[in-house]
């Protein structure tokens, strides 16, 4: 009787030892990775604490969809600081001038630095002020080459966020021979062939988008 006692007794200890090695832990971790939803789709970004990472190289987010064509044009804009001004007064993560933060409707630089959310809805707000700007050429030069770039309607918005609609306009007038260059030399060329075929066909052309929409 005492040995069938002390089997089920060890065997009641066994069985409480296991099962607590299934209980889920409170213990919260961080994630590497935030999520955030656009477009109805699902997106994976880096998360936002230096420390939640491995020593890991700093590269940025790659991908043929809008997110994608953000976060690249972000990296060569600003390598991603929202609080970046350069030296010309261009501005936050996107490097904004204040013309076009007037376009669409930000009257309040210092606001605009300090708003992260603002920033991100100001660079989609501008893509579809530009998209209807640029409607035309979009419809008739993509796929087509001119002076060695084939032109992709996502390579047309990045060209125009560097040196404007108008600028974008006038290269396609001088058939590719004459573009527009920034005062730090870089070219229109060079953001219509680095930021070719990406979809931004979640943008819709917008002759009045402002941010307050």
Do not use: C
């Not at 501005?91 to 605009?112: E, H, P, T, V, W």
């Not at 979009?138 to 404007?164: D, F, P, Q, R």
């Not at 021979?177 to 819709?204: C, P, V």
Request: glycine letters at 8%; proline letters at 3%.
């Amino acid at each position: 009787m005492i040995k069938k006692w002390y089997f089920y007794a060890s065997l009641v200890v066994i069985i409480t030892f296991l099962s607590l090695g299934f209980i889920p832990s409170n213990h919260e971790t961080k994630p590497w990775f935030l999520i955030e939803k656009t477009d109805g789709s699902e997106y994976i970004f880096p998360s936002k604490e230096k420390d939640d990472y491995p020593k890991i190289t700093n590269v940025p987010f790659t991908g043929n969809r809008l997110i994608g064509f953000k976060e690249a044009v972000a990296f060569k804009e600003s390598q991603g600081q929202y609080r970046l001004v350069n030296t010309l007064g261009y501005m936050g993560k996107y490097q904004f001038g204040s013309k076009a933060l007037r376009a669409i409707g930000i009257n309040d630089n210092k606001a605009f630095l300090k708003d992260p959310a603002l920033q991100e809805k100001a660079f989609l707000t501008l893509l579809a002020k530009n998209k209807w700007i640029l409607r035309y050429e979009i419809k008739k030069y993509e796929g087509k080459i001119i002076n060695g770039i084939e032109i992709t309607e996502s390579g047309i918005l990045a060209a125009a966020h560097l040196g404007g609609a108008g600028s974008v306009k006038n290269f396609f007038k001088n058939n590719g021979s004459r573009h527009f260059r920034d005062a730090f030399g870089t070219s229109l060329k060079s953001y219509m062939k680095n930021f070719a075929g990406y979809d931004l066909s979640y943008i819709e052309a917008d002759s009045n988008a402002t941010v307050n929409d």
